[in-house]
Every structure is written in C-alpha cells, then in structure tokens.
C-alpha cells in the first residue's frame, strides 16, 4: 500500500470549523489505489467533506449514496485516513446534507409549464402534438439487468418513481452501446405509464444545440427556453457534445438549472464520467456533480448470452443456450454490437432455412470467429480439454487406452482437426507420435458420438466455445 505524505501538518487544518478539501483530496487520492474507478466516482466522490473539530463530516448527497458509502466504502475511507495520519485518530461522521451556501432548490414557481408553451414548433410540436421523442421498446422491462448495470438501473427506476426528487440530475455514463440510452427512455416511458400527460422529451445533445441555434436564427429563443423550462423531465443525450460550445452550454445551464430549481428531472447521458469531459464548463460540471452519477459497464458474459436470449425471444426466434453463449463469448465489446451479431445469425437462418444452430452461428459470424480461431494451437487445445476433464496433458498424450483418458484424447484430436489448419500427421505427432489413421479415426467417432451420444455432444459444444473465446 502507497503511503502519503500530507503537505500540510494535519494540525493546520484539523481545527475551526470550516470546509477544507486538503485532508479529503489526499484521501481521494489514497482510495484512488483501493476502489475502483466506479466506485470512486459513484460514491466516494459526490461527498462533500467538511473538516471540523478535528474531525471529518462526510455529507452525502441523498439516502442512497448514505447507505451505500455506510455500507461498503466507509471502512476503506478510515483506512485511508489511518494510513495518512498514522499517530492520530480521525473521527469520520457520514450524513446527508449539503455544505453549499446557494439552496438545492428555490421555492417558488418554475417557469410557466402550459400556458408557456412556444405557439410553433421549434424543437417540439405544439402541447396537443406534444412529442417525447421516447422509444417505446426501451422500457425497464426490455432492459436485461445484470452486474455491469445494476446500479444505474436502479437509479433509473428510483427516478421513474420519484421524478425531481429521488436524484436530481442523474448522470449516466459509460461507453457505447452500454444501454445508457435504452435506461434513460425507459426512464420517461415508465413516468409516462404513470402519469399520461408528463412532459417528458429525449433529445441528443445535438438535436438541442440545433433547435436553439434554429430558435437564435428565426428570433425565437424566448420561445425555445419557454418549451424546454416548462417539462416534467428533460432528458439528454450524450452531452459530450456540448464540449466547446459555448453558446450552447451557456443555454443549457440556465436550463437546466430552472428545471432543477423547479423540481423537474433532468437525466443526462454521456460517454465519460462529467470531470473528463474538456471543453465543458465548470459550472456545468460542478452542477452535474449534484446528483448522482452512475456508471453502465460492459456488460460480463452471463449477462451477455441473457441480453442475446432476451433479444431473441422478443424476435420470436429460439435461440439454443450453446448458440448465444457462443456469439456472447465471441462479441465482448458492447451490446449494439451483440444485437448485430444476433441480427447477422437470425437472417442467416431465414435466408436458408434453418434453426439457429451453434453451426449455424458459426458459420453466420465466420469472419468474427476466425479472427479469434487464428489464434487456436494444438497445445491450447490439449490444456483446454485435459483441464476439462481433470486431466494431465501428459496423460493426453500418453499411450494409455483407459476409456477415461482415450475418449478426451480422440475430442481433442477431432477439435484440433476442426479447430486448426495442421493435417493428420501433424496432429498425430502433437498427441505423443501417432500415426495419422488413429487421428482419423478418432475424428470420425467423436462426429459419429456427437449424433448419438449427448453426454460427448454437449462436451464438445463446451469445448468448442471455450476454445473459440
Ligand atoms: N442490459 C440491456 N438489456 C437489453 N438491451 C440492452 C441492454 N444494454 C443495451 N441494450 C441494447 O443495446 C443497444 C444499444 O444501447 P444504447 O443505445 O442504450 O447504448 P448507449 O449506451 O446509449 O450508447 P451510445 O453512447 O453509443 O449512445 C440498444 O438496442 C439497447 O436496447
């Protein structure tokens, strides 16, 4: 564990009563190496620290992040406390509150939400065609949970019941095809299922800064802030976007401010944690860092073959086990990409006919598999089935013909025929010298097995995914 000098003697600061960042910087900067980046931003980094009576008072923004920090990141904050002032104890205090002189929220009235309603579309068409711009497919119900995305749909689905008040702003971030669009639509989907006449839009970033650019062109901005400061919830994408523009940022702040002011939601999305963003004002930043902010991750392969499953079944289509582990082994990156692998393998099955099969699957994404399969050598092959029955590879290619260790040693055999480019006598000689009819042979009992016996076809199925990763 790094240990840190702090640059000021602890006494300096460790009395009065006042907000000093000092002692909870150098902290940040010790968890830096224990918690993980998401952890870090989600939890520990939304506290405000107030060093007082030489002690630190952690004010967390709401109940949520409370229980959370309480829960699992207080210990590793007294640790790292511990590790900076090794000789004396500092007493750590976590509660909900809020150090900032300027109130979260003002009392009175939010801009006019009915009557105010800009009388030609700008960015939206009149109350009566009031569009929200929301995809009805994404809903909480579509959204495969999972550990790379639990936290942010349950914030998601906090704000769905508690619109305004649960967290507010939520910030999503994570990389693309993540969900964190699909999250934020089901968001306004859910709060329209509750209440039909909610104000809700989606909009990109960028269809914002177009529409107020329009409103600036056609001398109509009063309108524009009128529309977009009378929603129940505002909800926009990938505000990376804003990054530089200054004008737009400058309209999006008040914005977003007002809407905060008044209780209404505002959700934003973005591909890298707010801090990260260049270009993007301060303020902004600092206001964003009021709410909470979640992370969506890539998703791990449990939750993968489900989304694959999940995405399936919506298409009507029935998706064996072994066919979506395969592809979710293969497609690692992102969810959209997984849907087009999906995509890929279900018009292959239409176009020809046939049932998606995990040879179906394999030879739809040919080109994606062979990437990996490249890659395939006769010795991984004899690790991968050895350790798949307990075996040593000595043993593998020993002259043994104990049934427990001949049956392994012919799959292995028959899987480097399938799996590599070496012929017969090459693989003879990799499985302890022998001559090229015995490879042939085992190749043709194991496809004779894999018809009838469903103990070796499910072996090789298993085989062949995990080889092919
Ligand atoms: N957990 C999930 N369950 C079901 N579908 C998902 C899940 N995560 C993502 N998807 C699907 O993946 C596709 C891409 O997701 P989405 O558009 O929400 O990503 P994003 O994170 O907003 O990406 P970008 O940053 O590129 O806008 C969508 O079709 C969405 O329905």
């Avoid at 400061?229 to 523009?245: M, N, P, V």
Wanted: charged content about 25%; hydrophobic content about 40%; aromatic content about 8%.
């Amino acid at each position: 564990m790094t240990t840190y000098t702090p640059p000021l003697s602890p006494t300096n600061y460790l009395w009065g009563s006042r907000v000093d960042d000092t002692l909870w910087k150098l902290c940040l900067d010790h968890l830096e190496h224990e918690l993980s980046e998401q952890q870090l931003n989600t939890w520990v980094r939304p506290l405000q620290a107030i060093v007082e009576d030489g002690g630190l008072r952690l004010l967390a923004p709401n109940k949520f992040v409370l229980d959370q920090v309480r829960e699992h990141h207080l210990g590793v904050i007294r640790d790292a406390l511990a590790n900076i002032y090794p000789n004396q104890e500092i007493p750590v205090q976590l509660e909900i509150g809020s150090s900032r002189a300027t109130p979260v929220r003002r009392a009175e009235a939010p801009a006019p939400r009915r009557g105010g309603v800009i009388s030609e579309p700008v960015a939206m068409p009149e109350n009566e065609h009031f569009q929200s711009n929301l995809n009805p497919d994404f809903t909480f119900d579509s959204f495969v949970a999972g550990k790379s995305n639990q936290l942010a749909r349950a914030a998601c689905q906090q704000v769905a019941q508690n619109p305004g008040k649960a967290y507010n702003p939520l910030f999503i971030y994570g990389g693309t095809g993540l969900g964190k669009t699909h999250l934020m639509h089901a968001v306004g989907n859910q709060l329209r299922r509750l209440k039909p006449d909610a104000r809700v839009v989606y909009l990109h970033s960028e269809h914002f800064v177009a529409d107020m650019v329009r409103a600036l062109q056609h001398d109509r901005i009063d309108e524009f802030k009128r529309f977009y400061r009378s929603l129940d919830a505002l909800l926009i994408d990938d505000i990376q976007f804003f990054a530089g523009k200054e004008r737009s940022q400058e309209e999006f702040f008040h914005t977003f401010n007002t809407l905060l002011e008044g209780n209404q939601q505002v959700i934003l999305t973005c591909d890298r944690y707010f801090k990260e963003i260049n270009g993007l004002e301060d303020r902004l930043k600092s206001r964003c860092g009021w709410g909470l902010t979640v992370v969506v991750e890539p998703p791990e392969l449990e939750t993968r073959v489900a989304i694959l499953m999940s995405k399936a079944a919506q298409s009507k289509v029935a998706l064996p086990h072994e066919a979506a582990f395969l592809i979710a082994k293969h497609i690692r990156s992102n969810v959209r990409e997984l849907e087009g692998a999906l995509r890929r393998v279900m018009a292959n099955a239409q176009f020809t006919g046939r049932p998606v099969t995990l040879e179906l699957c394999r030879e739809a994404l040919h080109d994606v598999i062979s990437l990996h399969n490249k890659l395939i050598t006769i010795d991984n092959i004899q690790k991968t089935v050895a350790e798949y029955y307990k075996l040593r590879v000595t043993e593998l290619v020993s002259p043994s013909r104990n049934r427990s260790i001949a049956r392994p040693r012919q799959l292995a055999m028959a899987l480097a025929k399938e799996l590599t480019n070496h012929s017969l006598p090459e693989i003879g000689q990799a499985f302890g010298g022998r001559d090229h009819t015995t490879v042939l042979h085992a190749v043709r009992k194991i496809a004779e097995l894999r018809e009838e016996d469903n103990r070796i076809r499910e072996d090789f199925n298993n085989l062949l995914v995990t080889l092919s990763m």
